[in-house]
């Protein structure tokens, strides 16, 4: 499999991810057990945010990128489209604090309300 593609489908991974930390305490209204997979995706996005690490996803998908020769993002629809949604241009420190606090605080509102239909 070429190390373009390999790069891309990393990236889709990246943004699932991405998703399913943010909002994947939605599934635990319908599915309890959920929170057991979805709690540590959550722990470990916030303690990258706030702790401003980079995520390991992200060297390894460069890597990739250099391995098939690319020096950046192509116009395909996921450097186009989705890469801008992972890697915003304006990240700065505060910002990723911000992030790292946003999903703190929308798991820890819909974990409330699961909570008290329970």
């Known amino acids: 499999m070429p190390y373009g593609l ?10 699932a991810f991405i998703l399913f930390a943010a909002a994947g305490g939605l599934l635990c209204l319908r599915w309890r057990r959920a929170a057991y997979v979805h709690l540590p995706a959550v722990g470990w996005s916030a303690l990258v945010e706030l702790a401003g690490w980079i995520c390991p ?5 460069n890597r990739l990128r250099w391995q ?9 629809f996921i450097g186009q489209y989705i890469l801008p949604l992972i890697y915003p241009a304006g990240l700065t420190r505060g910002v990723q604090i911000a992030l790292g606090l946003g999903v703190l605080a929308l798991n820890a509102a ?8 329970r």
């Open 6 to 15: 390999l790069a891309d489908l990393l990236v889709l991974l990246h943004f």
């Open 57 to 61: 996803l992200t060297p390894w998908e």
């Open 68 to 76: 098939a020769g690319e020096t950046g993002y192509g116009g395909d």
């Open 110 to 117: 819909v974990y409330a309300y699961v909570w008290r239909r």
